[in-house]
């Protein structure tokens, strides 16, 4: 069965953009030369991608080109019949019984790369199977949260821990 990894980037203070979707706490953080993170390694594992509407908008204002051509990508919004991308299917069902059918399909493990209102129907779901997230030495605030408000409680395994020296630590958890 193919997992549902949350792959993503948090500030100390648990908000992964600021309330108006601005990414430079993390986009120009000072990167170690040679290190990716994972990323690579990562990438290399899944053939498929999850993501929010406010996620889409973020790498289409963002990107000349789409990133992920290679991957069978999934934008959740209301508004599905309305829009086109090559590379993108829309989606606005029932998303965890969409998450349920592909897990249960054959390929490589699917990347939830968020944001927090997806995240947090996943995880109230049951269905995020690996988490890796990435904190960054920086507090916002206020911002977007990794999770809703409205998630319950659920136990995670801590299975990696990485420590760079930039001050980046990035755990792995796991069900």
Known sequence: MRKIKLYIAVSLDGY??????NLDWLINFPVLEGVDYGYAAFL???DTCLMGNETYRWLQRNQ????????????FTRHANTLE???????????????????SGTGKDIWLMGGGQINSILLEAGLID???ITHMP??????????GATISQQQFK?????????GVT??????
Request: aromatic share 14%; net charge negative.
């Open 130 to 132: 690996e988490m890796i």
């Open 64 to 75: 000349e080109e789409w990133a992920y051509p290679d991957l069978t990508t999934y934008v």
């Open 85 to 103: 991308a090559p590379y993108v299917k829309f989606f606005s069902g029932d998303i965890p019984a969409l998450v349920k059918e592909l897990k």
């Open 16 to 21: 992964i953009a600021t309330t108006n979707d």
């Open 138 to 147: 920086v507090t916002l605030g206020t911002g977007k949260p990794l999770f």
């Open 158 to 166: 801590l299975t990696n821990l990485e420590k760079y020296n930039n």
């Open 44 to 46: 290399a594992g899944i």
């Open 170 to 175: 990035q755990m792995q958890y796991s069900k």
